[in-house]
């Protein structure tokens, strides 16, 4: 059984940008929480995703947003980069409250 | 103030010692808690998961949770090199239990 994955494993942006990042959760798992870790922190709660919607919403602007597809996966995209979004984003799934995390997705930003 | 605050360390112990750690944090609503591992730019891997206050023992891992003190604590016993990573406390509330809340991280050295 797969656990949860991520693509891609890194990406190189521009200030400007837009960037997409993708999750696949674990086999039976329906939610899908979406973290950015900037370096020597801990993971920092961006949104959460049930049956299609965002459901939770943690401290960030509006140029975060994501999407939930009906076969669970799920997409975090970012607009208008900022060199500050350079970090390890995790995705999270969960069919309760113990969320398994995939390795990642290392975003640079120059 | 951290809603959540946790020692960065690094805690270096020898092998075969048994590694302490601990989160302090200020919000009462905290119902749910979870240490999480995580190895040098990989994701965190969930070690154990406890509901409210009490032990929870899974092979060389005691997780306790102290609620009147807002205090929880880890506790490896037999360290193995392979242990050296950083350890994660999370935890959230009933009414946002989707949304984890991350101390800083304590990195741990075992060395042979």
């Known amino acids: 059984d797969a656990g949860v994955t991520q693509s891609p494993t890194h990406l190189i942006k521009t200030r400007g940008q837009q960037v997409t990042l993708r999750c696949s959760p674990k086999?039976?798992?329906?939610?899908v929480s979406w973290y950015q870790q900037a370096l020597g922190q801990g993971p920092q709660f961006i949104f959460q995703?049930?049956?299609?919607?965002?459901?939770q919403r943690g401290n960030f602007p509006d140029r975060f947003s994501g999407h939930q597809f009906p076969n669970y996966s799920s997409e975090l995209n970012v607009n208008a980069l900022l060199l500050g979004d350079s970090a390890l984003y995790l995705c999270?799934?969960?069919?309760?409250?113990?969320?398994?995390f995939g390795p990642g997705t290392r975003l640079t930003v120059l | 103030q951290k809603e959540v605050e946790q020692d960065p360390g690094p805690l270096s112990v020898p092998e075969g010692a048994i590694v302490s750690l601990n989160c302090t944090y200020s919000?009462?609503?905290?119902?749910?808690f979870m240490w999480y591992r995580q190895y040098s730019r990989k994701g965190p891997e969930l070690l154990m998961y406890?509901?409210?206050?009490g032990n929870k023992e899974d092979g060389r891992f005691t997780a306790q949770v102290d609620k009147s003190s807002k205090y929880i604590s880890l506790f490896i016993r037999d360290s193995q090199p392979s242990d050296s990573a950083t350890y994660l406390c999370?935890?959230?509330?009933?009414?946002?239990?989707?949304?984890?809340?991350f101390g800083a991280g304590t990195q741990v050295v075992v060395t042979p």
């Open positions: 995703y049930y049956e299609e919607e965002e459901r």
């Open positions: 919000n009462s609503a905290f119902q749910y």
């Open positions: 999270a799934s969960s069919s309760s409250n113990e969320q398994f």
């Open positions: 999370a935890m959230s509330s009933t009414d946002s239990w989707g949304k984890l809340q």
């Open positions: 086999s039976g798992h329906d939610t």
């Open positions: 406890t509901y409210s206050s």
